[in-house]
């Protein structure tokens, strides 16, 4: 994973509280778990039926039966439990998972997002995304701020297909961080370094600006 | 077509991997448990790919496999007509399969299919569920509102043949199962008229903590013994 894929990680951490049960998604979110500054302080679910992930094991300790949603080999934590899928997604849809962090190819004006099919290609795949996204109390979105060509990822309107008609919490990335309040992105944060014109520029939906710690961003505006 | 397999046993339940899978008939509907290859019934679909009368099938399954190995194998002979599952992607020869038209797919959201599956074999029609409303998964389907939110109608799912991996058996067919190997399989092992459930072990009856039976014995027709290595992550 890159560095932009770490840092964007990185800035995900302070939106998950002590105590947490979190659900993180492959990609970007599933490398929050080595940015957590204690990990026995967070319970991560995976929905192939674990509450309890913890760290990746050394090659020889890997075990074929336990694994994370991204078939990866995991370790249990002391306290952990293991379920089955209707159980685990029981947990995602009935609201007992307190945060989602997912992936997202497009967000909208309104903070819904597509991260599950591209348009024009046949649909083949979509695993748990609708399901968290629907059931998990808040949900965090953690993205690179723009696709690889460049182009804007946090659009007016979503071109690809949407996961869910719910709006995500909280939109992370290396740039920025926009919180979604009564139906519109509210920029509450800028990356060390980042101008409020670069992420301007970067976004193609409409926000509100309310940065948090503005002294902060005004330095770095005058650094940039 | 379920056994009574709570009566006084005159037969042991355990079988060679050939001859359970011999009655599966062509066109029958199946589920097989696993996520990925873990948890999958490597063994059972091994024989299954040198069945003859395995053939027209429809596969209840997360995934079909990944390429040549688990139902990655079965897809490539040729056997799989239609596939209903959540994340069909992580296996190429799925997606050509589909693109030339050999494999017709249903796609559910993952949560949507464990509950189908559960609800089938809890004698369940249908639920409702919020995931997938005002998605390219969720047209078509009746809509309802429960205390002022939309959800979305969908039938349960049911097998002729359900497929699945338990780490421990006892001679009577209750199923213990291994960390994240469990997935859907004990829903699957409740949702089908046949149930084959392979294993690692078999102990005698009595020797498995009621406490910690996951899958109780009435569920189960046939166990075989597992050869194959356990299919591991990536």
Known sequence: ?224 | MSQTNSATRDRSLVRGAAEAVALIRPGATLMVGGFGLVGAPLTVIEALCESPDARDLTVISNNLGEPGRGLGRLLLEGRVRKAIGSYFTSNPDVVRAHAEGRLEIDLLPQGTLAESIRAGGAGIGGFYTKTGLGTLLGEGCEERVIRGERYLFRESLHADVALVRARVADELGNLVYSKTARNFNPDMATAADLVIAEVDEIVPVGALDPEAIVTPHLFVDHLVLSTTARGAGK
Request: charged share 20%; glycine share 10%; net charge negative.
């Open chain 1, 1 to 224: 994973m890159s560095d932009v894929q770490n840092r964007i990680a990185a800035r995900v951490v302070p939106h998950i509280p002590p105590g947490a049960v979190v659900n993180l998604g492959i990609g970007i979110p599933t490398l929050v778990a080595d940015h957590l500054p204690d990990a026995d302080a967070v319970f991560l679910q995976t929905e192939n039926g674990l509450l309890g992930v913890g760290p990746t094991p050394a090659p020889e300790d890997v075990d074929p039966d336990l694994v994370h949603a991204g078939k990866q080999p995991v370790t249990a934590r002391p306290g952990a439990s293991y379920f089955a899928s209707s159980a685990s997604f029981g947990m995602i849809r009935g609201g007992h998972v307190g945060i989602a962090v997912l992936g997202a190819l497009q967000i909208d004006a309104q903070g819904r997002i597509a991260n599950w099919a591209l348009p024009g290609k046949p649909v083949l795949g979509v695993g748990g995304a609708m399901d968290l996204l629907v059931g998990a109390k808040r949900v965090i979105v953690a993205t690179t701020h723009t696709a690889k060509d460049g182009s804007a990822k946090i659009v007016a309107e979503c071109t690809f297909p949407l996961t869910a008609l719910r709006p995500v919490d909280v939109v992370v990335t290396e740039a920025a961080t926009f919180t979604v309040e009564n139906g519109e992105l509210v920029l509450v944060d800028l990356a060390d370094g980042v101008t409020l014109d670069w992420v301007r520029e970067h976004t193609a939906a409409p926000f509100r600006t309310a940065l948090r710690n503005p002294a902060r961003h005004e330095e770095s505006i005058d650094h940039a």
